[in-house]
């Protein structure tokens, strides 16, 4: 067998879930791991926010997702840390700064109030504030807000610089980079033995994890059953640059609701202020419209007045792969050979962190840590592969 043509671990999926599942899995001692993807530190995390926000972000009936994320975020500072220090110095923007959600009006106001005695009975850090008492926190904030949330373990992370330190940290692990697109997946006596590559190429593997976010379910040679569709789900995104003049502009991510539509502000310490994100579902497009470009500044600007005084610097829009039941999935497959980590969907960026850990963990040990069992990829399994 050719040398390089052959892998213990090989993660398909450049991404920043992919390429750290390949760095913690090295970390773990596992030998002889590659990494599949044309462009490796692309995908969703170059357009994303990176707000790190498992409080404010729950839903009803997503307390499962709750403890993953909670999970994620207390490990982030220290996997932040050690993926600086492995990556020979590259920041990740990681940054403890808390959230504040507000509400504009009566009816945002009463939702606010609603997730805040959710919160009270999970047992969940938030605290109620007054419209006056939120814009103390901001002054930048608009006078007609009438309430928020303030919660001050939901951080925020740069979604491009961790994926910069996540190439860096896995090339200097010895994680071998193929820098080309997987378009068959090699079964064998009804196993999953690696992938066969655009320029004709094989690579086999021991273990393939599939990790290429909403195009993981449309890889050639995936047997019907194994995963289910994931969604890719539309999300423009604006940067803007707070001048030296104007800062600090805001001190912490700030979300809001207007008139139905979720929308956050992430300011950067390097004087970033990145503001999104639309939903929609379109299929794969990516294309930046003028209505979403419109309606995210015209929202924000009901929140932060001031925006309209800030130099707008780019505009992308980015997919985020979306599961059935919007919950990652993550481990083993029904498929032998074949781990998933993928349908993180809204939460990629907070949950790289768990996802890499358990993920890694069960390569090392082919033991299902007990808090990946709920987001087993098998409960939407219509079929074992013959």
Not at 55 to 64: A, D, I, K, M
Not at 346 to 364: F, I, Q, S
């Amino acid at each position: 067998m050719a040398a390089g043509t052959h892998a213990d671990v090989l993660v398909v999926g450049g991404g920043i879930i992919g390429l750290a599942v390949a760095w913690r899995a090295a970390r773990l001692g596992l030998r002889d791991i590659a990494v599949v993807d044309p462009d490796p530190g692309g995908g969703a995390a170059r357009v994303a926010a990176g707000m790190l926000a498992p409080v404010t972000e729950l839903q009803y009936g997503e307390e499962p997702l709750l403890r993953l994320g909670m999970a994620s975020n207390e490990r982030y500072a220290a996997f932040a840390a050690e993926l600086t220090e492995a990556s020979g110095g590259q920041d990740t923007g990681y940054r403890r700064c808390g959230t504040l959600a507000v509400a504009l009006d009566s009816d945002d106001r009463e939702e606010l109030r609603e997730l805040h005695a959710f919160h009270r009975r999970l047992g969940l850090d938030s605290r109620w504030l007054t419209g006056r008492e939120a814009r103390k926190l901001e002054p930048m904030l608009a006078p007609g807000v009438r309430g928020g949330l303030h919660v001050t373990e939901d951080h925020q992370v740069d979604g491009r610089r961790l994926a910069k330190a996540l190439v860096l940290a896995c090339e200097r692990a010895g994680v071998r980079l193929h820098r080309a697109e997987a378009t068959e997946l090699l079964v064998e006596d009804g196993r999953a033995v690696g992938v066969r590559l655009g320029d004709a190429r094989t690579l086999t593997a021991d273990r393939t994890v599939l990790a290429a976010g909403p195009r993981s379910h449309l890889l050639p040679g995936l047997p019907e059953g194994v995963l289910p569709a994931i969604r890719p789900v539309k999300g423009q995104i604006l940067r803007l640059r707070i001048p030296p003049a104007y800062r600090p502009f805001l001190s912490r991510n700030v979300r809001a609701v207007v008139r139905g539509q979720h929308l956050y502000l992430v300011p950067r310490e390097n004087g970033e202020l990145v503001i999104g994100a639309t939903s929609e579902e379109q299929g794969y497009d990516t294309t930046v419209t003028a209505g979403g470009v419109y309606e995210l500044l015209r929202d924000a600007h009901e929140v932060v007045p001031g925006i309209t005084e800030l130099p707008l610097v780019e505009t992308s829009a980015g997919l985020r792969p979306g599961s059935p039941d919007n919950a990652p999935l993550l481990g083993p497959t029904a498929l032998p050979g074949l781990v998933a980590a993928t349908g993180h969907y809204r939460n990629g960026v907070l949950l790289t962190p768990v996802t890499a850990d358990l993920v890694a963990e069960y390569l090392a040990t082919g033991s299902t840590p007990a808090l990946a069992e709920p987001f087993s990829p098998t409960r939407f399994t219509t079929k074992v592969p013959a």
